[in-house]
């Protein structure tokens, strides 16, 4: 037996992007941002770790560093939508009003799946076709709820805006997107190889056997496989999906060749991906998973940027110090017995802080050389373009 | 001994702690004597990480016992598993079942078909709930810890996934009998939330979506809520300014301390402070939602064995189970 032949090599960035010589180890966000050879920012992470907040603020923080930036957001919470003034979602890049003067420009977007798969359809199929495929019940159930459809669309429009971008009118010259809420986390990476799959799968040709002749297909189990898709699916699901995909099959190449693009995009050194996490156990499972994942695909990472971080407050007292003194104020005057509030405030936060420094420390001894950065826990929620600015300022550690 | 099976949902925002709650409440229903199947949809293998037991197969499996013979078994349930079995049970598809991965169908209908996925999770916990041993349910209760607030409403209404590829046939029988147990008696959607204002809004809009759709609500639970650490004396001072840094300073002294620390101590109580109001505000928000509150502490020493013990005892209180 031959051993297999390794693969071709791939070509490799010699430094991850945004980080610094000087402080390695840290996320440099602003020399992410200013390097004008990022073109494509993919901010992902588990859920409720604040990986839209994170793609809105990287946006507005560059287009006031004078790059034309488009964030390209999937479910924003309506806050969050608001404070970029989003208000519809009509899958078209808006204006964000109230960014600083400069050469910079910002625009946001909330994808909408559906009309984003129609759209391709419409633009790839003659108008008979396209009229018959958007009314085929089975096209309808799978482009609106079809729990991978979003991770596809969110691909397809990244691949239109970043074709837009460069080859077209150079209206932007760097998109963020936030990737969807997928249950499992990369599950957008997935999706150009699960699609290619699929259409070469047997299913789909089975699926195609009445309207091609089924000659070639009469293979053992095919008999067995109608009979058992009939039994399951009931007649009409099966005449419904054969329809669709009759109509779908000269589309079928398209889709394709488009979602391999944008995974090349993907892989390619204009993208950075930066993976977004809380300093919860959970989270950070997950950020870990995310960071071994791009590596294994060979995606850029920039690096980490853990969110609603708590410090240690006041210098020079520890945990033990704090709950003596303040067992002993307790008692005291009125300021003795303030001051002893004060010390159990501080108290509890070294605690959060020490397990959460346990978390980073248990990231950074499993992921060597992975940049990150930490932001602090603020007291409310960004409603507005100045919450972002300060998210960027502290993203980016300038105060 | 199980004369029905009652099935608790716990669905929540990301980051809101939805599997330890899960876990706490299975735990507390074993407390009761009860034998519990606590299960995940999500392939996240959240439970086996906080009970520190290997990954879950696609098996039921005893993970904890409760006083008066309770226990609770997890299962991890992934579509693919649950697919092969339902077809294994419903249509003796021994061989077919194989000619179906083969031809990449199982894949297919797991993964693309829509709401194939869903009716496949929820079959699942639909067959555990009736089971049977002899006479009686197998188990007490089910609890499972579901997909995210933003998502749930249209996981459980399996119906209407279904709606628009099987108006007749097998599926769509197998989803109205899933259906019938979602809205029974013995269901409860519980919204786990943080006080913060996106959670918080997510789940009075899950309560409206959950509530337009006939789907029962339980308890909204309040986790990781912070408990005040100053007294209004303290907070008085502080807000109105009337105690100074340097006699902190000097009390701090008194005690042994670096007088220096009593500014950075002072900001760090007046946000500690601002949080709480926060925090507050967004219970106000809740007070209104119409369903009974529950609060869970938030424990600084984070997750283990015990504190899902301590989070079991509080729900088994409030009066979750």
């Not at chain 1, 204006?95 to 977007?109: F, I, K, Q, T």
């Not at chain 1, 501080?346 to 950074?364: D, P, W």
């Not at chain 2, 991890?76 to 083969?102: C, N, T």
């Not at chain 2, 869970?296 to 301590?310: S, V």
């Amino acid at each position: 037996m031959t051993p297999k032949p390794a693969p071709p090599p791939r070509k490799v960035k010699a430094t991850p992007r945004g980080m610094s010589g000087a402080a390695a180890g840290t996320l440099d966000v602003d020399a992410l941002l200013a390097d004008r050879t990022t073109e494509i920012i993919v901010c992902c992470g588990s859920g409720g770790v604040g990986k839209t907040t994170t793609a809105a603020a990287l946006g507005l923080r560059a287009a006031e560093q004078g790059r034309k930036v488009c964030v390209l957001t999937i479910d924003p919470a309506r806050r969050l939508a608001q404070s970029m003034g989003l208000t519809e979602l009509d899958n078209t890049p808006r204006p964000v009003a109230g960014v600083g003067a400069g050469p910079g420009s910002l625009d946001a977007m909330m994808l909408d799946m559906k009309r984003t798969f129609d759209e391709v359809v419409e633009q790839q199929a003659s108008p008979e076709k396209a009229a018959q495929i958007l009314s085929n019940p089975f096209y309808v159930a799978l482009s609106s709820s079809f729990a991978g459809t979003q991770e596809y669309m969110a691909m397809e429009k990244l691949g239109q805006l970043h074709g837009q971008a460069v080859d077209q009118d150079r209206r932007w010259d760097l998109i963020i997107v936030d990737t969807p809420p997928s249950r499992s986390a990369l599950d957008f990476l997935d999706a150009p190889e699960r699609l290619s799959s699929m259409l070469d799968g047997r299913f789909i040709k089975l699926l195609l056997a009445p309207a091609k002749g089924p000659a070639k297909l009469l293979t053992a189990g095919f008999g067995i496989v109608t009979s058992a898709l009939n039994k399951v699916l009931g007649a009409q699901v099966l005449t419904d999906m054969q329809t669709f995909v009759a109509a779908f099959d000269t589309l079928f190449g398209g889709f394709r060749q488009r979602a391999e693009g944008t995974y090349a995009l993907l892989q390619a050194e204009e993208t950075a991906f930066v993976v977004v996490a809380s300093p919860e156990p959970a989270a950070m499972r997950e950020a870990s998973y995310f960071v071994e994942r791009l590596a294994g695909e060979n995606m850029p990472l920039a690096g980490l940027v853990i969110n609603r971080v708590h410090d240690e407050g006041a210098e020079g007292i520890t945990e033990a110090d704090a709950e003596s003194a303040g067992k002993r104020l307790e008692v005291g005057s009125a300021t003795d017995k303030l001051t002893a509030d004060l010390l159990a405030i501080h108290a509890a936060r070294l605690k959060v802080s020490a397990r959460e420094s346990r978390l980073k420390s248990r990231f950074a001894a499993a992921h060597t050389g992975v940049p990150t950065v930490s932001v602090a826990a603020l007291a409310g929620d960004v409603h507005d373009l100045d919450g972002l600015r300060e998210i960027g300022d502290l993203l980016a550690k300038k105060d | 001994m199980a004369l029905s099976t009652q099935l608790h949902v716990v669905t929540g925002k990301g980051g809101t702690g939805k599997t330890t709650v899960a876990a706490a409440l299975a735990m507390a229903l074993a407390g009761e004597g009860k034998k519990v199947l606590l299960c995940e949809v999500e392939g996240r293998q959240g439970i086996a990480q906080l009970f520190d037991v290997p990954p879950l197969p696609y098996e039921e499996r005893k993970i904890a016992v409760g006083l008066g013979g309770g226990a609770v078994y997890a299962l991890a349930i992934d579509p693919e598993s649950a697919l092969l079995e339902y077809l294994a049970m419903y249509y003796r598809l021994g061989r077919a079942g194989k000619a179906l991965d083969r031809f990449g169908i199982i894949d297919f209908a797991t993964t693309i078909a829509p709401g194939v996925r869903d009716v496949l999770l929820t079959g699942k916990v639909y067959e555990a709930a009736r089971r049977r041993e002899g006479r009686d349910f197998t188990y007490d209760a089910i609890v499972m810890d579901a997909p995210p607030t933003g998502r749930i409403t249209r996981f459980l209404n399996v119906n209407t996934e279904v709606a628009g590829l099987a108006k007749v046939g097998p599926i769509r029988r197998q989803a109205d009998s899933i259906m019938e147990m979602m809205r029974s008696p013995d269901t409860r959607v519980h919204l786990v939330t943080v006080l913060e204002e996106m959670p918080v809004q997510e789940t009075i809009d899950g309560i409206a979506e959950l509530t337009s759709q006939k789907l029962p609500i339980g308890h909204v639970i309040l986790n990781l809520v912070r408990p005040p650490l100053v007294s209004a004396d303290t907070r008085t001072a502080l807000l109105s300014r009337t105690v100074t840094v340097e006699a902190v300073g000097a009390s701090l002294e008194s005690a042994g301390l670096d007088p220096k620390a009593a500014y950075d101590l002072m900001s760090g109580g007046v946000a500690d402070i601002k949080r709480q109001d926060l925090q507050e505000s967004q219970r106000e928000i809740l007070v209104d939602c119409g369903r009974p509150l529950v609060e869970l502490p938030a424990l600084t020493e984070g997750i283990d064995l015990g504190a899902l013990f301590e989070l079991a005892d509080k729900l088994k209180n409030d009066g979750v189970v």
